[in-house]
């Protein structure tokens, strides 16, 4: 059994489904829905709004998310910010929205490097790319990240890059997140 299968294995079996049939991981409540259904909101988001707000909108969503999934992660694991940060990355990835892995990590210096393999949300016909939510969830992180150092909150920023190397058997999409300097401090 691979370290991704036992992973699996483990997180499913925390998996509670309540008598109000509301499920649960980690007394946080879940939603198990389709791919595709995810991916047809990202269409119908992008085609109403606009892609300008298409970006917003989920650009948000996944720094939101982000950055409230390693605070319960970090409360109920009772582990350190970076294990938080680490420990989100590995469950998205099991929890089959890509394959994560961190090739840069300096919290201090609010950078961050993140390969994204097999992402569940690129760009397909006439479904827009999803991965702009990643931009959003490495800057919620970060975010996380530099809070709990107590460093003053600097806006992180992220940059996502489709990497095609011939050292790579898979292209993957590379997100590098920054914090700005103090002028841009968020209120």
């Known amino acids: 059994m691979s370290d991704n299968a036992g992973g699996f294995e483990a997180l499913r079996s925390k998996l509670q489904l309540g008598q109000d049939s509301r499920l649960t991981l980690n007394r946080q409540e879940m939603i198990l829905l389709p791919r595709h259904f995810f991916r047809y909101i990202l269409r119908d988001v992008n085609a109403v709004s606009g892609s300008e707000a298409f970006r917003k909108i989920f650009w948000k969503a996944g720094h939101d998310g982000a950055e409230t999934f390693c605070r319960r992660f970090q409360e109920v ?24 892995a961190i090739l840069r990590f300096e919290p201090e210096a ?9 992402s569940a949300l690129p760009a397909e016909a006439d479904l827009p790319s999803g991965n702009l939510i990643w931009e959003g969830a490495m800057c919620g992180a970060m975010t996380f990240v530099r809070e709990s150092l107590g460093t003053v909150r600097y806006a992180p920023t992220a940059t996502g890059e489709a990497v095609h190397n ?11 997140v920054s914090c700005e300097p103090e002028r841009k401090a968020i209120p």
Not at 77 to 100: D, I, K, P
Not at 111 to 116: G, H, I, P, T
Not at 166 to 176: F, G, H, L, N
Request: hydrophobic residues 40%.
């Open 77 to 100: 694991h009772r582990c350190t910010a970076r294990q938080a940060v680490e420990g989100y990355l590995n469950e998205m990835s099991l929890r089959g929205w890509g394959q994560f």
């Open 166 to 176: 011939k050292e790579d058997a898979i292209p993957y999409y590379r997100i590098v």
């Open 110 to 118: 609010g950078l961050m490097e993140v390969a994204l393999r097999n």
